[in-house]
């Protein structure tokens, strides 16, 4: 299994700039579909953006408008996420996730075909945004 730990989350004013980092532990395999995914308060879970593992691909969600950017560094088994000009609505738990063996597309993010197979979730990082 997989082992990932968030980090870099914190407080922001709206317009501001911040970086996640999923550092995951184990073998990583090139099959395996990266995410990060972020819950609100009161709110289901949703997709925000995902990469292929071996190819760097990446998939958005489409309400971000470019503002986010997801990337990779392979030999130190190291998700990003780079977000900016940050709104409000953007507090949220943010979460890693590494789903193995089905690809990666737009579907990744959505959160009912993850929830049909295997799913590997870090544990979460606070991101607020706030005057």
């Known amino acids: 299994q997989v082992r990932l730990v968030e980090s870099g989350g914190g407080s922001v004013q709206p317009g501001g700039s911040l970086r996640l980092s999923c550092a995951a532990s184990g073998s990583l395999n090139y099959n395996y579909c990266m995410g990060w995914f972020r819950q609100a308060p009161g709110k289901e879970r949703e997709g925000v953006a995902a990469?292929?593992?071996?190819?760097?691909?990446?998939y958005y969600a489409t309400s971000l408008k470019g503002r986010f950017t997801i990337s990779q560094d392979n030999a130190k088994n190291t998700l990003y996420l780079q977000m900016s000009s940050v709104k409000p609505e953007d507090t949220a738990m943010y979460y890693c996730?590494?789903?193995?063996?089905?690809?990666?597309?737009?579907?990744?993010?959505?959160?009912?075909?993850?929830?049909?197979?295997?799913?590997?979730w870090g544990q979460g990082t606070q991101v607020t945004v706030s005057s």
């Open positions: 990469s292929h593992f071996g190819s760097g691909d990446a």
């Open positions: 996730a590494a789903i193995p063996g089905r690809g990666c597309g737009t579907l990744s993010l959505d959160m009912n075909w993850v929830r049909r197979g295997s799913v590997y």
